[in-house]
């Protein structure tokens, strides 16, 4: 069994606006293990500033090949997948390890001749994943147009990008994306601000996000920088307390799981949602 990696580039169809900035392109590797008679295939795919950078996740994978490699035997080659693993940090370069463990996983279930779905232990059948849609920034225009464009596609979650703009200007946008939503119950919306905001800034957010979307509004991601457990701590206490601007909406975090493990988040009482692909 070997192990390769090809790096790749793709242009997105339409460049993404965030408040962290323009994403104009993805770039990253495909991971392959050849097995005996099949090849599995998994990707690593960093976003730098949110993952590691494309150059350390190279390194990561080349380090992780490397170990696999003084490590395998053809007897058993167990050993050379937990050394290539364990290379391999969930926190400091979660995109390198996702696309060895995602390769790995192909390979298992194409060998065990079942969908990966059921080699991953899922007793239901899987013919679709439901996935939503990403509305970058722009004029409450062209988040109506974007929202429209993506019901039509069927898409029935909408994750909206906010905080490039100030509260009020980002208000006006989901308002928008609510018109054009309507009432259905069967639609929602997420919010994801990419750590934008101050505590005052995500507060006055959070309640008139409610305030237009009401239960249409799962939850907003990412409220305040990464590093900020207590104050994602501090915007879930004040949950129903709306005497004095609090709101009910839920708080997810995903950058924080770059910085913190899953249950330092957990134990801060930080977040309602984690926002986490799995890589153990």
Not at 132 to 147: C, L, R, V, Y
Not at 158 to 179: C, F, P, Q, Y
Not at 206 to 213: D, P, V
Not at 236 to 255: C, P
Request: charge should be negative; proline fraction near 4%; aromatic fraction near 4%.
């Amino acid at each position: 069994m070997s192990i390769e990696i090809t790096p790749f580039s793709l242009a997105l169809a339409r460049p993404l606006e965030t408040a962290r900035g323009t994403i104009e392109a993805r770039e990253g590797f495909l991971v392959a293990i050849e097995g005996e008679n099949t090849l599995g295939i998994g990707e690593a795919t960093p976003l730098p500033g949110w993952t590691e950078s494309l150059e350390t996740c190279e390194r990561a994978l080349e380090e992780a090949i490397d170990a696999y490699r003084d490590e395998a035997t053809n007897a058993d080659r167990r050993a050379g997948k937990r050394a290539a693993l364990d290379t391999l940090d969930a926190i400091e370069t979660p995109a390198a390890r996702h696309g060895l463990t995602a390769a790995l996983a192909d390979l298992g279930a194409r060998e065990a001749g079942q969908p990966l779905y059921r080699y991953l232990g899922g007793d239901r059948e899987i013919d679709r994943v439901p996935v939503n849609t990403t509305i970058g920034d722009g004029s409450p225009k062209e988040a109506e147009s974007a929202a429209a464009s993506a019901l039509a596609e069927g898409f029935r979650c909408l994750k909206v990008k906010v905080g490039a703009r100030t509260v009020e200007a980002d208000v006006a946008r989901l308002r928008a994306i609510g018109e054009e939503v309507g009432e259905g119950d069967d639609i929602e919306i997420r919010a994801d601000a990419n750590g934008a905001w101050s505590q005052e800034e995500a507060r006055r957010a959070l309640t008139a996000f409610e305030e237009i979307l009401g239960d249409r509004l799962a939850y907003v991601e990412q409220p305040l920088s990464a590093n900020d457990l207590a104050g994602h701590a501090a915007l879930r206490e004040r949950k129903g307390s709306g005497n004095d601007g609090g709101s009910t909406v839920g708080i997810a975090l995903d950058e924080s799981l770059a910085e913190y493990a899953p249950e330092t988040v957990l134990e801060a009482g930080a977040t309602d949602v984690l926002i986490w692909a799995s890589s153990q």
